[in-house]
Each structure stands twice: as structure tokens, then as C-alpha cells.
């Protein structure tokens, strides 16, 4: 059952994950690995789909925010703009997983990039990637920060 809510938590808060499986539950490494890519991964994959097939909804609607209208300066329009301009795809899809959450990378992402089997592909990769990273450095220094919690 642990490994169940691990998995799901995974798929919407990926960086809130590793402490709990690690302190909390207290799993193996390659577990909290793979239970957290896996979760990571679906996830991703279950929200680029989802909010792309939203957006492209939304547009045939005319109720999406993500059109290409006239300009509307509000403070989340200029926040979009200067993520999307300052990071580009590669920043918005390696910040995805432990700066944003998975869901709304994958909406910012779904809105801005056609390609979807591009982005699940690539947000794959740095899920992976964070997952190793954030394993290696929690188990590392599992002890030290044991006096935190």
C-alpha cells in the first residue's frame, strides 16, 4: 500500500516525494528510484495528454487564455511569458519536476509546444535524471539530515 501512495504522490508532487519515502517509509534506494521514476513518468505522460487535449478543446471554443489574440498584460500573462522567454523549452521541461509540479509543467508546456510525444519523451529523461540525483543526495546524507525531521 506504501508503495501505491508513493507512486501516486510521485505523479503530482514529484520533489515532495523523496522525503517521505525516504524518512517516512524508509525504503530502499533503488526503490524510492523506481517507484518515484515510475510515478514521475506516468504521470507526466497522463498530464501532457490530458491538458493538451484540453487546450486544443478550448481553443476550438474560444475560451482558452493560451491564444494568440490581443495581448493582455496581467501579472500570470507576464509570468508565462518570461518563464517561456527566459527558459525556453529546455528550462521550463528540467525545472518541470522539482521547481513546478508535474501537472503544471505539463500545462504550461501542453499550451506552448505542440509536440507532445517530444515533451513526455524529454520530461522522461530529466524525471529520471532528478530522481537519481535526488536519491543519491538523500541517502547520502540520510543521517545528517535525520536531525531535521
Sequence with gaps: MEYVLIFLLSTVKFAMT???????KGL????????????????????VYVWGQL???L?????????????VFSKRSRRLAYIKSKYGFWGLVILTPVLFSIPLGALILAAYYPNKR??????????ACWSLIMVVVLFTFREWLMQFF
Excluded at 523523496?18 to 517516512?24: C, G, K, S, T, Y
Excluded at 526503490?31 to 513518468?41: A, D, E, N, P
Design 28 to 47: 530502499t534506494p533503488p526503490m524510492v528510484y523506481l517507484i518515484t521514476s515510475l510515478g514521475g513518468v506516468s504521470g507526466a505522460t497522463f498530464f
Design 118 to 127: 517530444r515533451i513526455v519523451k524529454c520530461l522522461a529523461i530529466t524525471i
Design 18 to 24: 523523496f522525503p517521505i519515502a525516504v524518512f517516512a
Design 59 to 71: 481553443r476550438r471554443k474560444d475560451m482558452v487564455p493560451f491564444r494568440q489574440r490581443k495581448p
Design 55 to 57: 487546450v486544443k478543446f
